[in-house]
Every structure is written in structure tokens, then in C-alpha cells.
Nanobody
């Protein structure tokens, strides 16, 4: 079993940056990891994902060029660097992990709130 804990959220102004962290405990985070977000009244959406080694990443179009997902396997932590934040990035951000790429995400954190004011 693995427990995921997100941190780094907060209230910022448009154009600012934040770095979210997803720390794993219980077992090594040698899994596929993704960041999701859910805004009020909207469905949860996958924002970015990263493979086990960190050599492959993908992003939704809305954050390409502004967000960067990375990982430090020695620290059992995955990061989401968010630059040039916009009000529409306001949401609860969750990290999730899965053992196999073909499976659904099976481990979830509790979420961290990101609020971007205009």
C-alpha cells in the first residue's frame, strides 16, 4: 500500500508560480504518477502525467508550456511546477499513482487547493 500526500497549494495572483509536491510513503513510488485537478462544478481532469523513470511526460493543452511535472525517485516525490498561473487554474489538485500503465489510477492523495486571483 502507498499513501500520497500533496502539499504546496495556496492563494496566488495571476502570473505567479507555485510548486506542488506529492510525497509517497508506505512503499517506493516506483509507479506511474499523474496530477489531476477539479474545479468547483466541474469534472476532475488529468493535468499531467509521468512514467516511472521520469523520461516520459504528457500534459493537457491548457497547461503546456506553463506546467512541468517531474520526479525525484530517491525522495519518493513527484512535483508539479506551475508558472504563469491563470484564474482558470483554480482547483483542488490531486496526485494519483498506478502500478501498470494500462490500469486505472489506484492510489490518491487528499488534494491541495490552488486559488489564483485575477
Amino acid at each position: 500500500q502507498v499513501q500520497l500526500v500533496e502539499s504546496g497549494g495556496g492563494l496566488v495572483q495571476a502570473g505567479d508560480s507555485l510548486r506542488l509536491s506529492c510525497a509517497a510513503s508506505g512503499r517506493a513510488l516506483s509507479m506511474y504518477v499523474a496530477w489531476f485537478r477539479q474545479a468547483p462544478g466541474k469534472e476532475r481532469q488529468l493535468v499531467a502525467d509521468i512514467n516511472r523513470s521520469g523520461g516520459s511526460t504528457s500534459y493537457i493543452d491548457a497547461v503546456k508550456g506553463r506546467f512541468t511535472i517531474s520526479r525525484d525517485n530517491a525522495k519518493n516525490t513527484v512535483y508539479l511546477q506551475m508558472n504563469s498561473l491563470k484564474p482558470e487554474d483554480t482547483a483542488v489538485y490531486y496526485c494519483a499513482a498506478k502500478v501498470l500503465p494500462t490500469r486505472e489510477y489506484e492510489y490518491w492523495g487528499q488534494g491541495t487547493q490552488v486559488t489564483v486571483s485575477s
